[in-house]
């Protein structure tokens, strides 16, 4: 039966092994399976989350679970997408250059008003990346998205991240006719850079 609660479709895409099943495993049930079944499709995560504006909210989290390989994510995998989050590694030189391929893809399948999100995963390892002198683990700045460092490993700001986004389109939804940018203008006009 319909239940009537507002729900909030998530897609994470992102080069092979950034961490981008890891990252909705963390969210949707608080666990790391640092190995996953690289079978070829979608997977798929659902989490009740309780927010400000619209009381309690279903986060439908869509993980790409390999097409990513082949650069063959279908349509269908986009379609009525309120939040894309494009993932790099932070240890990953060559993610962190894919990351504008990524956007392109996001903008070419994704009305404007979608929330994109940039998020730098394995953060956890970002003292490694500092002791070899690599300039990966800089925070990536993107313009018109949303930049978060995180780890599924340790769980840093994954929650936080997801909240933040959930948070963001109710308040685009609220606030009708405003745009993803402006509505992401206000958020960080009342609590400051994300990053
Ligand atoms: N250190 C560290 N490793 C991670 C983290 N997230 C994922 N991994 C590892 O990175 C690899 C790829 O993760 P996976 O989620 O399968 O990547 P995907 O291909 O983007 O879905 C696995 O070996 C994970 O154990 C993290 O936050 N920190
Ligand atoms: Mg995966």
Redesign the pocket.
């Known amino acids: 039966m319909y239940s009537g609660t507002p729900v909030v479709k998530i897609v994470i895409i992102?080069?092979?092994?950034?961490?981008?099943?890891?990252?909705m495993k963390r969210f949707v049930s608080n666990e790391?399976i640092?190995?996953?079944d690289?079978t070829i499709g979608v997977d798929f995560g659902v989490k009740h989350l309780h927010t400000q504006t619209y009381g309690e909210v279903k986060v439908h989290v869509w993980?790409?679970?390999g097409q990513?390989r082949f650069r063959s994510i279908t349509k269908a995998y986009y379609r009525a997408a309120s939040v894309c989050i494009v993932?790099y590694?932070v240890c990953s030189k060559s993610s962190r250059l894919g990351v504008d391929g990524w956007i392109r893809e996001a903008r070419q399948h994704l009305p404007k008003d979608v929330v994109l999100a940039v998020a730098g995963?394995?953060?956890?390892?970002l003292e490694i990346v500092e002791a070899i002198r690599d300039k990966t683990g800089e925070t990536l700045e993107v313009e018109e998205a949303r930049c978060y460092k995180?780890?599924?490993?340790?769980g840093t700001g994954v929650h936080e991240m997801f909240e933040d986004l959930v948070d963001t389109v109710c308040l685009q939804r609220n606030c009708g006719r405003a745009t993803a940018s402006d509505v992401v203008s206000k958020l960080h006009a009342s609590k400051g850079s994300c990053c």
Do not use: M, Y
């Open positions: 992102g080069d092979v092994k950034v961490g981008k099943s890891c990252l790391f640092p190995a996953h690289f993980d790409t679970a990513e993932v590694d995963n394995k953060c956890d390892r995180v780890s599924a490993l340790a």
